[in-house]
């Protein structure tokens, strides 16, 4: 069966700080991996990867990927408190018609 | 933003009552998904389709069932409300189910 574990749960900053999130995955035959935003709505796209080590870079959110050891991190750099969310990751199925999800992490940046 | 809208956004109903949810999307998309989202859960897959009147179950289909009849609208049933189905729906579309989801903006669902 298809896993996606996120860590961690939960996580408080103060606006500059820099955060470090963690996806970890086990799923039968690797397609890609997606990251996704959710404030108080629907989850936003972020990145999708499909590749080891290259970095996807949108201003201040990068996130990499490391096929060997089964696991994708998100950085945020000089947070805002805009950017307090659930960050969901996730990975298409073995028979790649749907996606898995992680339980999220839950962040929160301080002013 | 993908065209999705969700339909009610906000519910309250009895249990025991029949409920319908409808997605509606504007972009053509073969694949639509129904999703339910609780604290501690995340995202769970209730059913999703691959095209007209073509769909199949996820992880948590027990007492919904879904219907397509036309491309752009998936419907979600719970036949008999329970309590434990008070949640928040939400609905995906992907032209590609390997690549991103576009998710509609919700549907707030209270089953009393």
């Known amino acids: 069966e298809d896993k996606v574990v996120q860590s961690p749960l939960s996580l408080v900053v103060h606006e500059g700080d820099t955060v470090t999130l963690n996806c970890s995955y086990e799923v039968t035959n690797f397609r890609s991996l997606l990251w996704y935003k959710q404030e108080k709505k629907a989850p936003t796209f972020l990145f999708m990867l499909?590749?080891?080590?290259i970095e996807k870079k949108s201003g201040r959110l990068s996130s990499i990927l490391d096929k060997k050891e089964l696991f994708s991190i998100l950085n945020i750099t000089a947070t805002q408190t805009g950017d307090s969310a659930v960050y969901l990751c996730?990975?298409?199925?073995?028979?790649?018609?749907?996606?898995?999800f992680g339980g999220g992490t839950r962040l929160m940046v301080k002013p | 933003d993908a065209g999705i809208t969700q339909s009610p956004r906000h519910k309250v109903t009895e249990t025991g009552t029949p409920v319908t949810l409808r997605c509606h999307q504007t972009?053509?998309?073969?694949?639509m998904y129904w999703y339910r989202q609780d604290p501690g859960h995340g995202l769970r897959l209730i059913h999703y389709?691959?095209?007209?009147?073509?769909?199949d179950k996820g992880e948590v289909s027990d007492g919904y069932s879904v219907s397509r009849s036309k491309t752009e609208d998936f419907l979600l049933t719970l036949e008999s409300a329970t309590s434990s189905q008070t949640s928040v729906y939400f609905c995906a579309i992907t032209r590609d189910p390997q690549e991103t989801q576009y998710f509609g903006p919700g549907t707030r669902l209270l089953v009393l």
């Open positions: 389709s691959y095209g007209v009147k073509d769909t």
């Open positions: 499909t590749s080891s080590g």
């Open positions: 972009e053509n998309h073969r694949y």
């Open positions: 996730a990975v298409p199925n073995n028979a790649g018609n749907m996606l898995t």
